[in-house]
């Protein structure tokens, strides 16, 4: 005998079902609907791993939105549903009607939580913020980031996961682990190289790494948002003429914690370190923290201009010079200022 479809079945049944008991199909009916009045509120439910669809019907029954479990139940099997409903914590309007709770339930729309990852962090600074959303031990988490087959997996240029957790406010379903929110954050950085990136970082003559290496040194070195190119430019300038960077977050890098002000028996303690660009000609070998999408495309679009120095003045900006005689006298003027303002 041929099989009827499912929803003819369904259309067969529900018939059937009104021919022999009125007032009964009209009480299915009734229950559909939903229960309760729709105020604009919503009621939490948290549906359990594995659970089956009597097993829904009772937490959805407890929290008020049905009456009884085993129509709701039979609902679900007559849509053929029963298998599909997935786990996870749902935000459901009062008065919801069947429908929408078997749609809401099918799809796996759970409540998301928001992670903000900010621009500049390092890798131990992240591995907090993954680790209080996750509800684990920072450590753990910085021992699974630092892990060195990290690199392969999940197919970055290295040398570490430094510089590829890109910055961004996520949104995560509760129990996510820490390995599908980092490849969401590496994906992200994956993202923003497109074929115009690819071909700008060829034209400079840099690779993907180097880009992300200048970016994030761009990143930690600059607090005003128009700044990034002209500082990107000056290093580029430095680059060209084989100068040392002489950038002072990477030397903060070299000394495994940030300083609040960088003095020369610092970066004399690390003077054989490969991040230290005061001593060591070119780009260290890897970024040394998380560029945002403005300074990666500081890094690919650097300012044309011939300035080859600048220094911080006290409102975070910067001075630029083109001569180490305008640097010196920019920075014997900065601190004069802030010495007066110190008094």
């Known amino acids: 005998m041929k099989r009827q479809p499912k929803g003819t079945r369904i259309r067969l049944l529900l018939a059937a079902f009104a021919a022999a008991t009125p007032v009964a199909y009209g009480f299915f009916w009734s229950e559909v609907r939903g229960r309760g009045t729709p105020d604009g509120s919503s009621i939490e439910v948290r549906v359990p791993e594995g659970a089956t669809s009597l097993e829904v019907a009772g937490v959805l029954a407890a929290e008020g939105f049905i009456f009884r479990p085993r129509v709701f139940d039979a609902y679900v099997r007559l849509k053929g549903q029963g298998r599909q409903l997935k786990a996870g914590r749902y935000e459901i309007p009062r008065g919801a009607s069947y429908s929408y709770l078997l749609k809401v339930l099918q799809t796996g729309s759970v409540v998301t939580t928001p992670l903000t990852i900010p621009e500049g962090l390092r890798v131990p600074q992240v591995a907090e913020r993954l680790a209080a959303y996750v509800g684990d031990s920072t450590a753990t988490v910085l021992a699974w980031l630092t892990d060195p087959k990290r690199i392969g997996e999940l197919g970055v240029p290295g040398p570490t996961i430094e510089g590829y957790l890109f910055p961004e406010t996520y949104r995560f379903a509760e129990g996510v682990g820490i390995p599908v929110i980092v490849r ?160």
């Open 184 to 343: 969401a954050m590496v994906g992200r950085y994956k993202a923003f190289w497109g074929t115009e990136e690819r071909a700008r970082a060829a034209a400079l003559g840099l690779d993907e790494r180097e880009i992300v290496t200048l970016a994030s040194i761009v990143e930690k070195e600059v607090r005003w948002g128009e700044e990034r190119p002209v500082v990107a430019g000056v290093y580029w300038n430095r680059l060209e003429r084989d100068m040392l960077l002489q950038a002072d977050p990477t030397v903060q890098y070299a000394l495994g914690e940030p300083r609040a002000r960088l003095l020369y028996r610092g970066i004399d303690s690390v003077a054989d370190h490969p991040y230290n660009t005061y001593t060591q000609p070119g780009l260290p070998p890897g970024p040394i923290a998380s560029p945002g999408a403005a300074s990666l495309h500081a890094a690919l679009h650097p300012a044309d201009h011939d300035y080859i120095f600048f220094v911080a003045r006290n409102d975070g900006s910067h001075e630029f010079s083109r001569t180490l005689r305008e640097h010196n006298n920019a920075r014997n003027r900065i601190r004069l200022a802030r010495e007066s303002a110190e008094r």
